[in-house]
């Protein structure tokens, strides 16, 4: 009477081994959600672990071969870890969609400037973008490439119509991006003053990060034409994603102005702080920001102001 019930005994414990070991199989959705991220270093994190673990379920297989079809940074390293893993290459798997990184872009709250200051991202490919600063001053632009981006500023025409190309280039590599800013600008008073002033340049920049949290480093140098007065503006921030719909930012700059007519007026002589909240959904955003100058006799304006001059913008991308 012993035997069939040993035996069913044993039956059942190796069921239960067979089911364990199954579960154990499975890959952590957390990490299979890494390699989905806009991180470069998570998504490698990802793909590393599971070239260790192995895939035995097959959870991962659509996801490799999605990377090694049209990740820039890891499609390689996706495509040889897909070939050891599968014993074929990626392209034996029917590919999905094509992502939207257009869509990954707009829905990180316009990365493309931390507050005011450029990063060297770009607009997406196909993508066009408006700015509305303190609701007078307006910028457009579209991502003609993956590297570069074209646009136009202008202004309401209050007391001078203004207006003025923009160009910005950037080369993306895993952990940012460095690229250039360019911009010019005519002034046209109608009222008054009947000199026409164009004001042109730009500089370097440098961005360390990802669409959800990134630092900034750049130079912006200015020049009037017609006089040779120049503005130069060294600069340097950070924006930091905090939800699906807030980020927050800082940046600060150290202006200097250079002229024939400028006394003592060089770097360091004032310096201004522009920190705030965005606001965003997937397509818009809105800045809530503030300025805080720093001089000498700046300490009066903090007696009315006291968390500095209000900023606002708001975006809208398509």
Avoid at 50 to 64: H, K, L, S, T, V
Avoid at 66 to 88: I, S, W
Avoid at 263 to 274: A, M, P, R, W, Y
Wanted: net charge neutral; with cysteine.
């Amino acid at each position: 009477m012993r035997t069939p019930f040993c035996a069913c005994v044993c039956l059942f414990a190796w069921a239960a081994q067979a089911q364990q070991a199954e579960e154990g199989a499975k890959l952590d959705p957390d990490l299979l959600a890494l390699c989905k991220s806009s991180d470069p270093l998570a998504r490698r994190y990802c793909l590393k672990a599971i070239g260790i673990r192995g895939d035995p379920g097959g959870e991962a297989r659509q996801i490799i071969a999605d990377m090694a079809a049209r990740d820039p940074a890891l499609g390689r390293e996706a495509a040889e870890t897909y070939a050891r893993l599968y014993g074929a290459p990626p392209l034996a798997v029917a590919p999905a969609a094509p992502p939207r990184t257009q869509d990954a872009a707009k829905a990180a709250g316009d990365p493309m400037r931390v507050i005011l200051a450029p990063t060297a991202f770009t607009r997406p490919e196909g993508t066009t973008s408006f700015n509305a600063f303190e609701l007078g001053t307006l910028t457009f632009d579209h991502g003609l490439t993956r590297n570069l981006a074209v646009g136009v500023q202008t202004a309401l025409p209050i007391g001078a119509f203004v207006i003025g190309p923009t160009l910005r280039a950037g080369i993306p590599f895993d952990w940012g991006a460095i690229g250039v800013h360019l911009n010019a600008a005519v002034f046209a008073p109608f009222v008054g003053s009947t000199s026409t002033y164009v004001i042109a340049g730009g500089g370097p920049i440098l961005t360390l990060g990802n669409y959800d949290r990134y630092f900034n480093l750049g130079l912006l140098a200015y020049t009037v034409t017609s006089n040779g007065d120049a503005l130069v503006m060294p600069h340097a921030g950070f924006s930091l994603r905090l939800s699906s719909g807030v980020r927050f930012g800082a940046e600060a700059y150290v202006p200097g102005v250079y002229g024939n007519r400028v006394n003592d007026e060089g770097i360091g002589k004032i310096g201004i702080v522009l920190w705030g909240i965005r606001l965003f959904g997937d397509k818009f955003w809105g800045d809530i920001a503030f300025a805080d100058p720093i001089c000498g006799g700046c300490g009066d304006l903090y007696r009315v102001l006291p968390l500095g001059i209000p900023f606002l913008n708001f975006g809208l991308a398509w």
